[in-house]
């Protein structure tokens, strides 16, 4: 949200090609984000889904 609001601050201030620019640096550092994200969630899931078996099967046996 931070680099959005930097962007939007910066828009308007400057030419057109310095707009484009600083448009096309707030898109990539974006599409990283993004990326990052989907990454460690694609790590997590798996550790959660194990984790979530694991207390499962805790219960039952507690239970019994």
Same mark, same amino acid.
Request: hydrophobic letters at 35%; one cysteine or more.
């Given at each position: 949200?931070?680099?959005i609001k930097? %962007?939007?601050k910066l828009l308007g201030k400057t030419d057109i090609e310095g707009q484009v620019n600083q448009i096309e640096l707030v898109?990539?550092?974006l599409e990283k984000q993004i990326?990052?994200?989907y990454a460690e969630k694609n790590k997590n899931e798996k550790m959660?889904?194990?984790l979530g078996a694991i207390?499962? %099967?805790m219960i039952v046996i507690v239970l019994i």
């Open positions: 949200m931070e680099c930097n %962007l939007g898109k990539q550092f990326s990052d994200a959660y889904q194990k207390v499962g %099967l």
